[in-house]
Structures are given as structure tokens and as C-alpha cells.
């Protein structure tokens, strides 16, 4: 049976606290596309981040500030369209819900509605847990994240490591609390000490997804095109490349390139052909015409 088949169950909400309880790690994955949400799927990963990384991996700015809306909503259309299995979630752009909350539901709503998510998920501990509770009220599924939250390395200093002072590691704690306390059913935490994110994880009801966080959290999640070795510009510490499609991705490029200017593709192979009579009745036409 093939891995995508129908038979196989969607990874709903409720799997989240589930896994938590059984302690079964949750896997998750970053996919912008139809084509790669079709292989997350086809990996039996649980859950895929439309992650707002897709501003600097796929559109190529240096920072995730400047992506919009409607943006994201065509990316997460394309994932839905790709994955039926995995739980899908949105990453809300920066300043879609920093600046009331009605326009903030409706932002999240539209995730929902327009780009076939299944949650949204906003960064900021305490001060996003107004912003969570009012997502939540609507009825739309949050996934927390703290630590590193890219949306705000310009307050932060840059991507850098979050919580290695007993103060800034309890502020932490407290911002792992509040986004519970708002609702969430799980949280990314990015970027902190592992010892910091094992304390977390176990004194959270929800789940914690790590991303440079160590291996106590209760999942894993890694932005595709550095999991698989795509994207270079630059390689976070907590990045392992468990493929090296970029230079496959250039070796079969370079072949291309080489066999159309040797003429050595297309062959026959890839060639279609035409009757014989229906050839020489065309070269008979254009005769004529002459
Ligand atoms: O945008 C993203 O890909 C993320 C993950 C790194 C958690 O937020």
C-alpha cells in the first residue's frame, strides 16, 4: 500500500496531545509548493509549517518582514493542494496580527477559509497571549512560537540564541505558560538551550516543537530547503542536511545543459513522430504554393 494511500488517516488536532501523552515524538516540516507538500506527504511526516520562511528560502529576501498576505495564502493554497495526510499550518505574516484584533481574526480566518489550513501560528510569548485567546475564540486552531521569533530580530539583536541568562530563561518560562494559558494545542520553541526546552517540555501540558531547541521536545521541525540541503546562503547550527539535493539539483542541470549543446538530447526517446504519407502530402502543399 502505498504511503499516500486514502486509507491512511489524516493527523488531526487531536493527535497532537495524543502523541504528547504516549510521548511519541511529532514530526513537522516546512513545504511552500504543491510538489514538496506531496513528498512531505508521501514521507508520513505529521505535520507541515507553510512557514513564513518562505520569504527568504523560495523569494529570496534576507529577513521574513516584508511578506504579505496574500503571498502566504498562495503558498499555503498550493501545500493544501499537494498534502492530504499532514496537519497544515500558517504561518501569519508580520503585522497580520500586530495591529487589531479584528483584523487579526480575520487575517487568521482567511488561512482557514482561502488557503486550506488546518491552524495559524503566531510569534510571541506574553505579549501575543491576547492576540492567541482571540484566534482561539474563533474557533481557529494556534500553534505558539518563542525563542528565536524571526518576525522580531530587529528587538532581539539578530538571529541569535534566546534564554542563556537565569532572567531571560525565565522570561521563557513564563512565555511558554502564557501561550498555553491562551489556548495554544502546541508551541515552537527556536533557538534556546536544550536543558531550558527539556524544563519546558515538561512542564507544559501541550506539545513543544523544537527547532534548535535540543532532542526533549516533544517533535522536531526544520525548514525544507535546509533539511534537504537546497538552500546555502547561510547554515544555522541547529541545521542537519539529511540530503544533498542542491548538488544533485546542479549535476542534473549541468548534464542538461551539456547534452542540448552536444545535440545528444532529446533522442528518439523523447522525439514524436508523423506519417510517413502525412509528410510527403505536406512537402506536396507547400510545393504548390510555391
Ligand atoms: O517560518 C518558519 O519556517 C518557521 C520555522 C523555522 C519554525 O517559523
Known amino acids: 500500500m502505498s504511503a499516500t ?7 488531526s488536532i487531536l493527535k497532537w496531545a495524543q502523541h504528547k501523552k ?19 506527504d508521501r514521507a508520513e511526516i505529521d505535520a507541515i509549517l507553510v512557514g513564513d520562511s518562505v520569504n527568504m528560502v523560495v523569494l529570496g529576501h534576507d529577513s521574513t518582514m516584508s511578506l504579505t498576505m496574500d503571498e502566504m ?12 495526510r499532514p496537519f497544515l499550518i500558517g504561518d501569519m505574516p508580520f503585522m497580520s496580527y500586530n495591529v487589531d484584533l479584528r483584523e487579526t481574526v480575520r487575517n487568521a480566518g482567511r488561512f482557514l477559509k482561502e488557503g486550506g489550513m488546518d491552524a495559524v501560528k503566531v510569534e510571541g510569548g506574553q505579549r501575543t497571549a491576547e492576540t492567541i485567546r482571540a484566534i482561539v475564540q474563533a474557533g481557529i486552531p494556534v500553534m505558539g512560537h518563542i525563542g528565536l521569533t524571526p518576525q522580531t530580530t530587529s528587538q532581539l539583536g539578530g ?24 489556548g495554544c494545542f502546541a508551541v515552537v520553541v527556536e533557538s534556546v538551550p536544550a536543558v531550558l526546552a527539556d524544563y519546558i517540555s515538561q512542564l507544559l501540558d501541550i506539545p513543544t516543537i523544537g527547532i534548535g531547541a535540543g532532542s526533549s521536545c516533544d517533535g522536531q521541525v526544520l525548514v525544507f530547503h535546509d533539511a534537504l540541503g537546497i538552500f546555502d546562503d547561510f547554515q544555522p547550527k541547529f541545521v542537519k542536511h539529511f540530503a544533498h539535493i542542491g548538488e544533485g539539483i546542479t549535476a542534473g542541470l549541468s548534464d542538461y545543459a551539456a547534452e542540448v549543446r552536444q ?15 502525412a509528410w510527403a502530402e505536406l512537402l506536396g502543399i507547400l510545393e504548390k504554393e510555391k
Open 5 to 11: 494511500s486514502s486509507t491512511q488517516r489524516k493527523f
Open 22 to 40: 504516549k510521548r511519541i515524538p511529532i514530526t513537522v516540516m516546512t513545504a511552500y509548493d504543491y510538489t514538496s507538500a506531496k513528498l512531505v
Open 73 to 84: 495564502l498562495h503558498h499555503c493554497r498550493a501545500v493544501s493542494r499537494g498534502a492530504s
Open 159 to 182: 538571529f541569535r540564541v534566546q534564554g542563556r541568562t537565569a532572567k531571560k530563561a525565565y522570561q521563557l518560562v513564563q512565555d511558554a505558560l502564557a501561550v498555553q494559558e491562551a
Open 263 to 277: 545535440r545528444t538530447f532529446p533522442t528518439e526517446d523523447h522525439t514524436y513522430t508523423m506519417k510517413d504519407e
